[in-house]
C-alpha cells in the first residue's frame, strides 16, 4: 500500500507542487489549508506522514505539531515541518516541538522526498520492507505470498491488502471505517459489516493449521494484530 502523506500548506501553488511530486514519487497524498482541517482529516484517517508549513493561518504549525504531540494516537505521528525561517533557534524551536525533521524553504523536491522517506524508513521500518514478519507469520510483498511458519496461507487479494495494513502496523487497533477507507477505499460503498465478514475468513486462513490467534477483536472498536493475544489457550475464532 502507498504511503500516505497529508501536506498541511496554505499556499496553493506549492500545495500542489508538493502533491503532485509525492504522487508521482508512489505516495498517496491528502491535502489541507489550515490547522483545522489538517486535524480534521487525521481523526478520519491518521496518515504515516504529516508536511507541516510553519506558517499557517489561525494555528501555526508549531502550535498545530504541539496538539499532536499531545494526542495518544498522533503522538508518535512522523512530521515534517517546512518553513522559511533559517535561523538555528527557530530550527531548534521546532524540533523541540516534536518535529521529526525540518525544511527550509526554498527546498529541493528530490531532497525532500528523500527526507520523507528516510523519516518513514527510521519510524515505519516495514515501509522499506519487502517481507513483512509478525510472530510465525510472513507476508513476501515481492512474490506476493504468505505463510503460516512453513504452511503457505492462501489469501484473496483483499485478504491480503487487509492483513498487510496490519501487518504495517502490529498492535495498532485500526476502527472497521479506518480500514474500509485503508483497504477497500473511500470511494467504494461497502458496508462495514464487509470488514467483519474479511477479517473472519482471515482469521480462518491463518489459523487453518491450528495455530494460535494473532488477530484481536476489540469490541465495539476494530482489529490488531496483537502479539500479547497470542498465548498458547488462544486459539481461531470464527
Not at 23 to 50: H, W, Y
Not at 96 to 124: C, H, M, N, Q, W
Not at 181 to 190: A, C, M, S, Y
Amino acid at each position: 500500500m502507498k504511503p500516505l502523506v497529508l501536506v498541511v500548506e496554505d499556499e496553493a501553488a506549492l500545495q500542489q507542487l508538493l502533491a503532485y511530486n509525492l504522487e508521482r514519487a508512489g505516495f498517496a497524498v491528502e491535502q489541507a489549508f489550515d490547522g483545522d482541517e489538517a486535524l480534521t482529516l487525521i481523526a478520519e484517517r491518521t496518515p504515516d506522514l504529516v508536511l507541516l508549513d510553519w506558517m499557517l493561518p489561525w494555528t501555526s504549525g508549531l502550535e498545530l505539531c504541539r496538539q499532536l504531540r499531545r494526542k495518544q494516537a498522533t503522538a508518535n505521528l512522523p512530521i515534517i515541518m517546512l518553513t522559511a525561517r533559517t535561523e538555528e533557534p527557530d530550527r531548534l524551536q521546532g524540533l523541540d516541538t516534536g518535529a521529526d525533521d525540518y525544511i527550509t524553504k526554498p527546498f529541493s523536491i528530490d531532497e525532500l522526498i528523500a527526507r520523507v522517506r528516510a523519516v518513514l524508513r527510521r519510524v515505519r521500518p516495514a515501509f522499506a520492507a519487502e517481507v513483512l514478519r509478525f510472530a510465525d507469520l510472513t507476508m513476501d510483498l515481492a512474490a506476493h505470498r504468505v505463510a503460516r511458519g512453513a504452511r503457505e496461507v492462501h489469501l484473496s487479494p483483499t485478504e491480503f491488502r487487509l492483513l498487510r495494513q496490519l501487518l504495517e502496523s502490529p498492535g495498532r487497533v485500526f476502527s472497521r471505517d479506518q480500514l474500509l477507507d485503508l483497504v477497500w477505499g473511500r470511494d467504494q460503498e461497502v458496508e462495514l459489516r464487509t470488514v467483519d465478514a474479511t477479517i473472519r475468513r482471515l482469521r480462518r486462513a491463518l489459523n487453518a493449521g491450528g495455530e494460535i490467534d494473532l488477530l484481536r477483536t476489540v469490541r465495539a472498536t476494530g482489529y490488531a494484530l496483537d502479539f500479547a493475544t497470542a498465548t498458547p489457550d488462544r486459539r481461531c475464532e470464527a
